[in-house]
């Protein structure tokens, strides 16, 4: 079985600051692993994923994430928040085999204030 | 724009009906996804078809029950609807299966009242 936590449902950071989302899996294969993001009254954008190969991921919007196997993590990054940054961010694990499915964490809703 | 339509945007009725949603995946998509997002479970994954076939089954109740269509459009029909079935239903197309990168839509919003 695959989950992912994600640590601290809220987060709030001034604009200009770096965003820090964290994510923890549990996977017993190799994970795929991915972030997505919710604006309001929008579905779900694919973020950034990793999947094999380099640790590091560059994704869209300039976040970025790191796979740390050791610690069996996959944190979101970004070093300057931008007020379209406010959104909900979910990690998400998978697939396994054919089937598709992803498994999403909870959410982390970012703030960004002035 | 992500290239998944679904229809309705929002659903109003009443306990013990039933209601079908409905979704058009991105062009040459053959995976459709059913997720329910609500506020105390999160984003719940239902189940998952692929050209047709049904390939994998989550969290999904018997009273729901879904298809894919030969022109791969999916309907989810919810039935004897409680007020728990209240709730954001995401239908999402993948252009592979495996690769995980999703399409969603922008969702049905179901109200049982």
Not at chain 1, 1 to 21: I, K, W
Request: a neutral charge.
């Amino acid at each position: 079985a695959q989950s992912v936590t994600q640590l601290g449902s809220h987060v709030s950071v001034s604009e200009g600051a770096l965003v820090l989302l964290r994510c923890n899996y549990s996977s017993s294969v190799p994970p795929y692993l991915f972030w997505y993001v919710q604006y309001p009254n929008q579905g779900l954008q694919l973020l950034l994923k990793y999947t094999t190969g380099a640790t590091l991921v560059k994704g869209i919007n300039g976040f970025e994430a790191e796979f740390k196997k050791s610690e069996t993590s996959f944190h979101l990054t970004k070093p300057s928040a931008h007020m379209s940054d406010a959104a909900e961010y979910f990690c998400a694990v998978g697939p396994t085999g054919t089937a598709s499915k992803l498994t999403f964490g909870t959410g982390t809703r970012l703030q960004v204030t002035l | 724009d992500s290239g998944v339509t679904q229809t309705p945007k929002h659903l109003i009725t009443a306990t013990g009906q039933r209601v079908t949603l409905r979704c058009s995946p991105r062009s040459g998509d053959l995976s459709v996804y059913w997720y329910q997002q609500s506020l105390d479970q999160g984003l719940q994954f239902l189940i998952q078809y692929y050209n047709g076939e049904e390939r994998a089954k989550g969290n999904i109740l018997e009273r729901f029950s879904a298809q894919q269509f030969p022109d791969l459009h999916s309907e989810l029909n919810l039935s004897s609807l409680e007020l728990g079935d209240s709730a954001l239903y995401f239908c999402a197309s993948s252009p592979h299966q495996g690769s995980g990168e999703l399409f969603f839509g922008e969702g049905s919003r179901l109200t049982v009242l």
